[in-house]
Nanobody, 119 residues
Framework: QVQLVESGGGLVQPGGSLRLSCAASGFAFSRATMGWYRQAPGKERELVAT????????NYADSVKGRFTISRDNAKNTVFLQMNSLKPEDTAVYSC????????????WGQGTQVTVSS
């Protein structure tokens, strides 16, 4: 079955960095668009970044442009989110997702990892 397992979250001071990882299994990872969403308490889920199947194209929310970088390693079935210059407003649960089409649309989500930015 499809599994998306995030890791790398934690507590970091403002201005610090974290690198999130999402290990994928159970599907053709190299054919899927991958991405990261986040949801803070009391707020709607927000798209953070996406990356196409080959890694040739990426997309970012305006709030993270220039600070976050999404990447993937298709040989290791893993997608990453490098987060630099973190701000308190980046505090949220970050979830990995996978999206592809094969006769129909498939969308899967991980359980999420908590990122807290606080001094």
């Amino acid at each position: 079955q499809v599994q998306l397992v995030e890791s790398g979250g934690g507590l970091v001071q403002p201005g610090g960095s974290l690198r999130l990882s999402c290990a994928a299994s159970g599907f053709a990872f190299s054919r899927a668009t991958m991405g990261w969403y986040r949801q803070a308490p009391g707020k709607e889920r927000e798209l953070v970044a996406t990356i196409t199947s080959t890694g040739g194209s990426t997309n970012y929310a305006d709030s993270v442009k220039g600070r976050f970088t999404i990447s993937r390693d298709n040989a290791k079935n893993t997608v990453f989110l490098q987060m630099n210059s973190l701000k308190p407003e980046d505090t949220a649960v970050y979830s990995c997702y996978a999206h592809w089409f094969q006769f129909r649309e498939y969308v899967y989500w991980g359980q999420g990892t908590q990122v807290t930015v606080s001094s």
